[in-house]
């Protein structure tokens, strides 16, 4: 799905982790927000992220943070929302980086 594109990548870090270095095309969403991040509506998500808001029958919702312990409450803050089909990246940032090589 990275590769390809077809993905809808929210980091759930904290800003200055995110300024630090991240994947490319997340999205810095904290997790502290998340909550009131995904309930805002379509106009004021795009607003807010510059990004399509995500639906909630989307399969391609993916949160991800340094090694995964925040990309699963995140998961779970997105699921007791409606996002059903959400998934979470386990090995976060702290892989990717090892698989890419940076």
Not at 52 to 81: E, M, T, W, Y
Not at 85 to 94: E, T
Request: proline share 5%; charged share 30%; net charge negative.
């Amino acid at each position: 799905m990275l590769s390809t594109h077809d993905i809808q990548l929210f980091d759930v870090r904290n800003p200055d982790e995110y300024q630090a270095g991240h994947i490319p095309d997340a999205v810095n969403m904290p997790l502290g927000s998340l909550d009131e991040s995904l309930k805002l509506s379509p106009e004021d998500f795009q607003q807010k992220f510059a990004v399509k808001a995500p639906g909630k029958d989307d399969d391609n919702l993916v949160f991800h943070c340094q090694s995964g312990r925040r990309s699963a409450k995140a998961l779970d803050v997105a699921r007791q929302l409606g996002f059903s089909r959400a998934r979470h990246y386990k090995g976060g940032y702290s892989e990717w980086v090892e698989q890419e090589g940076k």
